[in-house]
């Protein structure tokens, strides 16, 4: 069992930049990738970054040049550092930790992005 906690959402204007936390407790050894999705109400949830176990990185095209996805194998904790926000980057992101077997979630941090 893997428990993901997010914090670090808020309100920020356009231009602003906010930095998302996902602490990973429990079976941690079982985790390969990590990654952020975010989802806004009546549409599907999306994928915005992912990071492998060793480091390598993917993007959604929509915040490639804008967002950082990383993280930090000893405090088993991911990062999404966003820059430049835009009011489209308005959503609920969600933090996922991904093993051989299942792909765990945390509850989700709002991101409200004002223009």
């Known amino acids: 069992q893997v428990r993901l906690v997010e914090s670090g959402g808020g309100l920020v204007q356009a231009g602003g930049s906010l930095r998302l936390s996902c602490a990973a407790s429990?079976?941690?050894?079982?985790?390969?990738?990590m990654a952020w999705y975010r989802q806004v109400p009546g549409k599907q949830r999306e994928l915005v970054a992912r990071?492998?176990?060793?480091?390598?990185?993917a993007y959604a095209d929509s915040v490639k040049d804008r967002f950082t996805i990383s993280r930090d194998n000893a405090e088993n904790t991911a990062y999404l550092q966003m820059t430049s926000l835009k009011p489209e980057d308005t959503a609920v992101y969600y933090c996922?930790?991904?093993?051989?077997?299942?792909?765990?979630w945390g509850q989700g941090t709002q991101v409200t992005v004002s223009s």
């Open positions: 990071v492998t176990k060793g480091g390598s990185t």
């Open positions: 996922s930790a991904r093993t051989t077997v299942i792909t765990y």
């Open positions: 429990g079976s941690i050894f079982s985790i390969n990738d």
